[in-house]
C-alpha cells in the first residue's frame, strides 16, 4: 500500500527525478511548484526513507480552472490514485474546472476528462514560445 501527502521539501530531488525519467511525455522546464505537488509513498522500512512511488500536482491558474500536472508513477494505479487525489482536493476547494495538457489524452478519459466542456464550450490553447508566423 501507499499513502498520499502533499509533498514536502526533502521529496523535491526524487519528484524531479521521476519527472526526468519521462522526457518525452513531462514537461522538463516549467515545473509546478513544489507546494502545488503530491506523493505517493511506500510504508516505512526501517532504516530507510519511504520509497516515493509518484507524484502529480494540481496547479492553481485561477479561482476556477487548476492544471493537473507532472503526473508520473512506477506503476499498480498509483498514477490513478493520485489523479483522483488531485481531483478530490479540486472538488474541496470548490475548483469548478481541471484541464490537462498531455499527449496521452485516452489515459485521461476514464478519470472522466473530455474534449469538449458541455454547454459548447471549449478550451483553446496556443504555445506562444512556439508560435510560427503565418506566411
Ligand atoms: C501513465 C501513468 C501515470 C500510469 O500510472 P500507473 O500507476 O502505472 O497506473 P494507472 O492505474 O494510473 O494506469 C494504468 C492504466 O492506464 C492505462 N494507460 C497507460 N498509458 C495509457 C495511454 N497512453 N492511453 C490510455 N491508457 C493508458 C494502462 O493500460 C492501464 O490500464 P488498465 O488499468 O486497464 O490496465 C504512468 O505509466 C507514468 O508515470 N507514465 C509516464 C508519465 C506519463 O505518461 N504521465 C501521464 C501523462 S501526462
Known sequence: MYEIKRAKKRHWPRIRGLIAENPGTLEQKYLPKRKHFFVALAPKVKGNKRELLGCAALDPLSDRLSELRS????????????????????????????????????????????????????AVFLDVQNKRDSE
Do not use: M, W
Not at 483522483?84 to 485516452?106: F, N
Not at 485521461?108 to 466542456?117: D, I, S
Open 71 to 122: 503526473v508520473a508513477s512506477k506503476g499498480n494505479g498509483v498514477g490513478a490514485a493520485l489523479i483522483e487525489h488531485c481531483l478530490g482536493v479540486a472538488r474541496e476547494s470548490d475548483v469548478p474546472q481541471v484541464i490537462a495538457i498531455t499527449d496521452k489524452p485516452e489515459y485521461f478519459e476514464r478519470f472522466g476528462f473530455h474534449y469538449l466542456k458541455a454547454g459548447g464550450r471549449q
